[in-house]
């Protein structure tokens, strides 16, 4: 590469940067012009990315992402991966995705499309196609930057995973050629995988949109211009900094809305833009309502929202599997047309997709390696953040006797499923989707929830904010928050995060059994002297000395702090403590009243544990509770006889 | 007019049998003894002594639930195969009750009281009916593709994704569809049987047929007769089930307050059962006689 040109184009791009100071360190800027065919559902573009160099080693060599490519054959990683079905969705066997580079060359110089190959970093799949690099003639220096101008044409699935079309209905994300991070010597650039899709640099977006006019578009970022074409079509134009991707939708069927939001503390003023498909106008009123739950609770928990614009798409019917996405300042939702009010199931999407915006657009974890520190302390978030506002017993599900909530529902799908993998590894390497979506998402949230009961409500929100605030328009890993919560605490956390994250072991302490013995009290002769046992005032007989024995076993793996709750009949309660270190331990006491039950973690901080219900025994069952079940068993098997029989 | 003096005359049998109602509950209940113990059994095994099982009785306690889901898989499969058998074995008992209610119903009281006319009649024909089940598989096959036929019709008619409310109203479509299936089966089926017992006849399969053209023959007022019939089980249902609603079953002898309002719920249907196969009886026996 030739030294002078790139101090030049640097020098051109330094010019043109905006007044106003970057809130990240702009490492990328696009500007693309992309049209689009409804017809053929397809579309052309031109991207002009200039891309810096912020490493002190040169580099000679680019890598890009052409996640299109996922969707070209059966035989591409993703397609393997998922075998073809994401979220209960099949894909289309006659609309197959893929993107094809038709030419790229460094902006006035030299054609490096004949270098152009297709590299498989993850898996060395030959036939996957979602990863190319291409050799430059020179390489770009420490602090340079390189423009490159690159045409493509690409041909958007059917949509069964988050990008295509259905209809008239389009999802556009991760469509056009979008540069990898180079990191620690090398670029990470990872191919496209069915759980993973995430991790770029921070830059400036600037593109044009041409759609046929009856389309209502919506993108990423600020709608800056618009104009009619002659041939039918209008042009918009989206520009946004601080942001690493860019994702757009048009529908003809897409009814938009414009609302604003505003705090005072934090400062906050945003503009919301819904993008509803006229069969779910009913649900208008719910999206709004999350939304705003979503930027106040995230502002004010974490750090005021800093965009001018956030984006919600309801997916057409039909197109519900573009649905629950994030992507910078815009994000896809979900509903049916006849949601009942007490599912919170477009209430929680929204708050959770809005989420992301947080843990994945401003601070730039990579979900490929980490992918916890994006769903997992967004699930963390979203479950806190429907608890406020919808309450703590039934935020997810309020409905009829039904009433569940989040947090139940994430520490069930915990309980319920096998111990295979850790909370932290690629996100490939899982044994399946079920391991990955139980560790990432709930195990993840969870880890966090028990945390925050463990150091307290303050200690953690500082923790939270001290791990925005670090590591905001960055790329972090999860070292860095854990040094974030030790910082922030005080406290030496590893012991709990070392069990957490890097083993797939279980937390389980249950109360093994439970004594109570009239103890033999001393009579007789002892050194000469009788010795009767002392009467009970006023009754007459001898006293009773019980000898009360709690037996406490740790069943699982993890090893934790417990406190034990032992309560005698009559009410009286003894509070003691164990490290949780050994298999079991032996609580013995003795007095004048039988033990009536024991309970380990009776504040329930332990939110991580297996099994709630070997927490606790009493010495006497009461049989009242398993009665009930067992009847209402009974009467519905009753009710089936007496229709299915005479 | 038929249809009504037979649906009175059905309700004025039931009442007039009222151990035949209490021996189909006394069936009922028996059968479901077993899986209340195995029930039992299960939830005790999964919360044993712990304090969560004393939440159940208090509120709806959905972790201890969501823990006796994931947990003890060996008991909850065990209440599961249990109740599975247990219906096969009750739906191969239902002749027997069939057979002794019909044979008072025809020939009451005849050589004694009801118990010997009951038990005579449940041992004189429970072959025969029990040949039905099987039999009836030439009634069930032509529903199911019936079923399947309009569900393909449905699909075609629901299949634009842009008339999501449509598709969401056409499930409703197709419950009823099914459920209007499944009734009709076994009416045809309840003739099927009074014909074996009035004719004296041995084929369950002529039976059957003979069943189904006299209801599809005289479809509005078998058709008439059944809804009418059901709709006042629901509303006895809708009534007890009220009642029962209303116990906060929070205390052990609220609890037993609302079971003891199952087993009358289970009784009322008992007394409906019998009134279904006096009305069907009546109205057999007023129409079909010039029906060869």
Known sequence: ?646 | MNMLRSYSKGIREALLRPQAAAILWIFNAAFAAIVYFVASGAVTEALGRSLAADDLLSRSNVDALFELLTGPGGALAALLTVILVLLFLFILVSPLLYGGILQDLIHPRAGGGFASSFWSGAGRHYWRFLRVLPASLVLWAPAAALYFLADRVLDALGANPLKEQLGFYLTFVRVALALFLVFLVRMIMDYARIRIVVTEGHSALGALVWAAAFVLRKLGGTLALYYGLGLTALAGSAVLLGLSSLIAKTTSPAVLLGFLLTQLHILWRSGIKVAYQGAELDFYTRTATSIK
């Open chain 1, 1 to 646: 590469m030739r030294k002078s040109p790139l101090f030049l184009v640097a020098a051109v791009i330094a010019l043109m940067s905006p007044a106003r100071a970057s809130l990240s360190r702009q490492i990328v800027r696009y500007d693309i012009q992309v049209r689009l065919a409804p017809e053929t559902k397809s579309i052309q573009g031109r991207e002009v990315l200039s891309w810096l160099n912020d490493a002190d080693v040169p580099v000679s060599e680019l890598r890009f992402h052409l996640y299109l490519n996922a969707f070209k054959n059966n035989r591409s990683t993703f397609m393997k991966e998922s075998g073809g079905s994401h979220r209960g969705f099949k894909r289309d066997e006659e609309n197959w995705g893929s993107i094809d580079v038709t030419r790229i060359q460094i902006k006035d110089g030299a054609d490096l499309t004949p270098t152009l190959e297709f590299v498989q970093p993850d898996d060395r799949n030959p036939d996957d196609q979602t990863v190319a690099r291409v050799v430059l003639p020179s390489a770009v220096k420490p602090q340079e930057s390189v423009v490159l101008v690159i045409e493509f044409a690409a041909k958007l699935p059917r949509v069964f995973a988050r990008s295509g079309f259905s209809g008239d209905f389009f999802m556009i994300g991760q469509w056009f050629p979008k540069i990898g991070v180079w990191s620690k010597g090398q670029w990470n650039c990872h191919q496209y995988h069915a759980h993973s899709e995430f991790f770029a640099d921070f830059g400036t977006f600037n593109v044009e949109i041409t759609a046929p006019e009856r389309f209502v578009i919506g993108a990423t970022g600020r709608r800056t211009a618009e104009r009619k074409n002659p041939d039918g079509t209008r042009t918009l134009t989206y520009v946004q900094e601080d942001v690493h991707d860019f994702a757009w939708t048009a529908c003809p069927d897409f009814v938009e809305y414009r609302e604003r939001f505003a705090l005072a503390d934090p400062a906050v003023d945003t503009e919301m833009i819904f993008l509803i498909h006229r069969a779910h106008l009913n649900s208008k009123d719910r999206y709004v309502r999350s939304l705003r739950q979503g930027l106040e609770f995230y502002s004010r928990h974490y750090g005021p929202y800093p965009y001018g614009t956030i984006t919600l798409v309801d997916p057409a019917p039909g197109g519900t599997a573009a649905g629950g996405m994030e992507y910078p300042t815009l994000f896809t939702s979900m509903t049916t047309s006849y949601m009942p009010a007490g599912v919170r199931m477009p209430e929680m999407v929204t708050i959770h997709e809005f989420g992301h915006g947080y843990w994945y657009g401003i601070v730039g974890s990579n979900e490929f390696e980490e992918a916890w520190l994006d769903e997992g302390i967004n699930s963390y978030s979203e479950a806190k953040a429907m608890a406020q506002y919808y309450g703590p017993q039934a935020s997810l599900i309020d409905y009829g006797p039904l009433r569940v909530s989040d947090i139940q529902y994430q520490r069930l799908s915990v309980i319920g499923s096998g111990r295979f993998d850790p909370i932290l590894r690629n996100s490939w390497e899982y044994l399946n989707g079920g391991s990955y979506s139980l560790n990432v998402y709930s195990k993840a949230s969870l880890m966090l929830l028990t945390l925050e009961r463990y150091l307290g409500q303050e200690t953690m929100d500082k923790i939270m904010k001290t791990y925005y605030e670090r590591w905001k328009f960055r790329h972090p890993t999860s070292a860095d928050f854990v040094q974030a919560a030790e910082d922030a605490s005080g406290q030496d956390l590893k012991w709990f995060f070392d069990q957490a994250l890097n083993s797939p072991d279980k937390l389980d302490y249950a109360v093994g059994s439970l004594a109570s013995e009239e103890v033999d009290l001393a009579a007789g002769l002892f050194n000469g002297k009788l010795v009767t046992p002392p009467g009970a005032k006023g009754k007459g007989g001898p006293a009773v000395v019980y000898r009360n024995e709690v037996v406490i076993v740790r069943k699982g793996e993890w090893i934790v702090p417990q406190d034990i709750l032992i309560v005698l009949e009559g009410g009286q309660t003894i509070r003691e403590t164990w490290d949780g270190r050994d298999r079991y331990k032996r609580f013995v006491t003795f007095g004048p009243r039988r033990l009536d039950y024991a309970q380990i973690d009776p504040d329930n901080r332990w939110l991580i544990d297996a099994d709630f219900s070997n927490n606790s025994m009493r010495l006497k069952p009461r049989p009242g509770g398993p009665r009930k079940l067992a009847l209402k068993v009974t009467a519905w098997f009753q009710t089936l006889l007496s229709l299915a029989g005479i």
